[in-house]
């Protein structure tokens, strides 16, 4: 009988190698019934594995690369979409900023430490939206979480900060910069953020026009391009830095992008550069979907469901590692498997085609 941990790498190794769903059979049957479908069951219905032992698992790996200097957490959402799946507190409907609408999927809240090229998960939540209630416009049932994303997301950074995880800044785009995330980083943890922040969001020009309630929004600004401010932000004791970076989007159009720092030593070109880092969070989200099969559990159970997206997590940093000594990207890494089992299937064809030539 293999134990638990055994089962769960043969699993996240699984989900990189396979192409398909993911299912107990299927991984029983590569490995030539090694080991048996209803083991990889029981694994997959037993005790939820959560953010507490995926920092366990990449602990050492963070000891042996943290730099203080270059260190940054990075934290985002994503949504893994489940449209054929039946409804439960983790398989529901989620507001998608990508598309502009509902979905339905898993949501998960994410937090990356990164240095240099290396980027690691060490801390996760999913989205469980456990309550029902009756949506007063449409009269129609909805679920809701009881804990909401930027409480998530302040236990995801007190964590980290609570580990000894070292790293200069906190970075998150605009749906993460309330004023009690900013007020947690800079005042109860002592850190520093650069976090996206919306355009209707309120500052003063000076210390004199805080005092006298004289706001104004920051699209009302002239801000020069690329050159950063110092304003103070409606709610925010204390000063911080704004920027304004114009961008063209990949149909030509342009798009303004605000950013937010409480680090006051900093000019424009250095805090778009380090923001810029956050990019790696939407490389996780892509390639823990794409190479790590996220979204590729035919199961209703929540139980096994939840263990699934901790082993898909789990291969990203397999992947990662590989990445480190192969010096190949994930893509690159789940490409050569491909080929190499496409190689094996040619093969295999070829020999049955010849035992059936008379």
Not at 220 to 229: D, E, F, P, V
Request: aromatic share 8%; glycine share 4%.
């Amino acid at each position: 009988m293999m134990a638990k941990s055994e089962i769960m790498e043969l699993y996240a190794d699984y989900l990189i190698a396979q192409n398909k769903y993911s299912t107990a059979t299927g991984l029983s049957e590569l490995l030539s019934e090694e080991i048996s479908h209803d083991q990889v069951t029981r694994f997959l219905n037993g005790e939820c594995l959560d953010s507490k032992d995926l920092w366990m698992l990449v602990k050492k790996d963070i000891r042996n690369i943290e730099e203080t200097d270059d260190g940054v957490l990075i934290l985002d959402d994503t949504i893994g979409e489940k449209p054929y799946t039946k409804e439960n507190p983790i398989i529901c409907w989620h507001h998608s900023h990508m598309r502009g609408c509902s979905v339905k999927g898993v949501s998960i809240l994410s937090c990356l430490v990164r240095y240099g090229d290396v980027a690691l998960p060490i801390g996760y939540e999913i989205i469980r939206k456990e309550l029902s209630y009756i949506d007063p416009k449409t009269q129609k049932q909805r679920r809701k979480s009881e804990i909401t994303k930027n409480e998530i997301f302040r236990s995801l950074v007190k964590t980290a900060t609570e580990n000894n995880v070292k790293y200069k800044y906190v970075l998150a785009d605009n749906w993460f910069a309330s004023k009690e995330n900013i007020k947690c980083i800079a005042l109860d943890l002592k850190k520093q953020f650069i976090l996206g922040i919306k355009p209707n969001r309120t500052v003063a020009m000076d210390l004199e026009d805080k005092i006298n309630g004289k706001f104004k929004r920051i699209d009302s600004l002239s801000l020069r391009n690329g050159i950063a401010q110092q304003l103070y932000l409606k709610g925010i004791e204390f000063p911080v830095q704004i920027i304004k970076k114009n961008f063209k989007n990949e149909d030509g159009s342009m798009g303004i992008l605000y950013l937010v720092t409480n680090d006051l030593e900093l000019d424009g070109s250095q805090i778009l550069e380090i923001y810029k880092k956050r990019w790696r969070i939407e490389e996780y989200h892509k390639s823990v979907k794409q190479n790590a099969s996220f979204e590729k559990s035919p199961t209703k159970v929540t139980k096994s469901q939840a263990n699934h997206i901790f082993c898909s997590i789990l291969a990203f940093c397999k992947l990662e590692r590989l990445k480190i000594k192969t010096a190949l990207n994930h893509f690159a890494i789940k490409y050569k498997l491909l080929v190499r089992a496409n190689q094996a299937a040619f093969e295999e064809l070829r020999k049955l085609t010849s035992n059936c030539v008379t």
